[in-house]
């Protein structure tokens, strides 16, 4: 009865240590686009009327909105797409390309824009005597309200609109634009998760992930203690249970660690060496398990799905191939950011599918 408890725990985390730091990552990552992108914008905070066809502004009211950070918000804003034009002192129209997206409106750009001298310019010259907003009948795709999910969340629930507002204004120079880091490596997992809401987001769930690590490890360790027991088994390494239970503190730290900013030297050759003892000690801890599992593929016949644990050993040699390949290269050569970036995305989450075949190496208990 304890093996087969023992076994319902092992595919259970392991599923469990499979997902959360997928969840984890995946969305610090959308969090990141969220904001660099701009895939939804924040606009300031003006009456945006889009049942009129057009709509003038008090030139003062209209810089002082602008120029007012504090209004900007992402629930109000103009439903359809737009552009606007300015008509200065002497009756000539500018237009201010920023608000024309990829629309080919067939506008004229007057001579102020052929001098570089855009709309602020003219405003701070005293210039302007008029600004008109136009709609045209296209969605605007960056605007919340076409965005049914994002916008029932941001509605209902306001203090999500406050915190990206937030993060935006306290870390301009924080987010980039970025299409997918998998494959172009614009930024690394810490980067994305190092802000403020994601690092409460990545903190959290990669320390509980490493709970259920601890548990994965506890409860393989009890499965085998359990079958010695019971004469199943004979001798066995417990090397795997404590090489295990380090990679897990090594990721607690790690968590713990990220976003913090101490200015030491030492400090950031210390998060290197604490990620790079957690990639050292989680796949030894992977190598010794499944070496266990095979060296007792016999006696665990009626516990085990031997084509899964083949697969096992293929994907761990892979790994422990990546990993020795990957160390080499950084070490000897000097690949670029976006390389190291795109290793770290793909090289994690490769890690992440051991525990998923861990969860099938083990058969479901029969009741």
């Not at 469990?16 to 924040?42: Q, S, V």
């Not at 405003?123 to 076409?146: F, H, P």
């Not at 690949?335 to 051991?354: G, M, Q, R």
Request: with cysteine; glycine share 2%; hydrophobic share 45%.
């Amino acid at each position: 009865m304890k093996t087969a408890l023992f076994i319902k725990n092992i595919r259970n985390y392991a599923l469990i240590a499979f997902f959360i730091p997928l969840i984890a990552i995946n969305t610090c990552l959308l969090l990141y686009k969220f904001i660099g992108d701009e895939t939804i914008k924040k606009y300031p905070n003006f009456d945006w009327d889009e049942q009129s066809q057009s709509q003038f502004y008090n030139v003062k009211d209209f810089v002082k909105t602008i120029e007012d950070s504090e209004s900007y918000t992402f629930t109000n804003c103009p439903k359809y797409k737009y552009f606007r034009t300015w008509t200065t002192i002497e009756g000539k129209i500018v237009v201010n390309k920023s608000t024309l997206y990829e629309d080919n409106l067939d506008l004229t750009i007057e001579e102020y824009n052929k001098r570089n001298k855009g709309p602020n310019n003219l405003i701070a010259e005293n210039k302007v005597r008029s600004i008109k907003t136009e709609y045209i009948n296209k969605l605007n795709a960056k605007c919340i309200k076409n965005h049914q999910v994002l916008y029932l969340l941001f509605t209902k629930f306001n203090f999500l609109e406050k915190i990206f507002i937030k993060t935006i204004k306290e870390n301009a120079t924080g987010f980039s634009k970025i299409k997918n880091p998998y494959i172009y490596g614009e930024v690394s997992i810490s980067r994305s998760a190092r802000y403020f809401p994601a690092t409460f987001i990545f903190k959290p769930l990669i320390i509980l992930a490493s709970i259920f690590l601890f548990l994965f490890w506890m409860n393989n360790l009890n499965v085998f203690n359990e079958l010695k027991n019971n004469n199943i088994l004979g001798k066995f390494s417990k090397k795997f249970f404590y090489i295990g239970v380090l990679s897990s503190l090594f990721l607690i730290i790690h968590a713990v660690l990220l976003g913090l900013d101490l200015d030491v030297k030492w400090f950031n050759k210390l998060r290197r060496l604490i990620i790079i003892l957690f990639i050292f000690t989680e796949v030894i801890a992977q190598i010794l398990l499944t070496k266990n599992i095979y060296e007792n593929k016999v006696e665990l016949k009626n516990y085990i799905n031997i084509s899964v644990l083949k697969i096992k050993i293929i994907f761990v040699i892979l790994i422990l191939f990546l990993t020795i390949l990957s160390f080499v290269y950084l070490v000897f050569f000097d690949p670029a950011h976006n390389f190291k970036n795109i290793l770290e995305w793909n090289y994690f989450t490769l890690l992440l599918i051991y525990y998923a075949l861990s969860r099938f190496v083990w058969m479901k208990p029969k009741n």
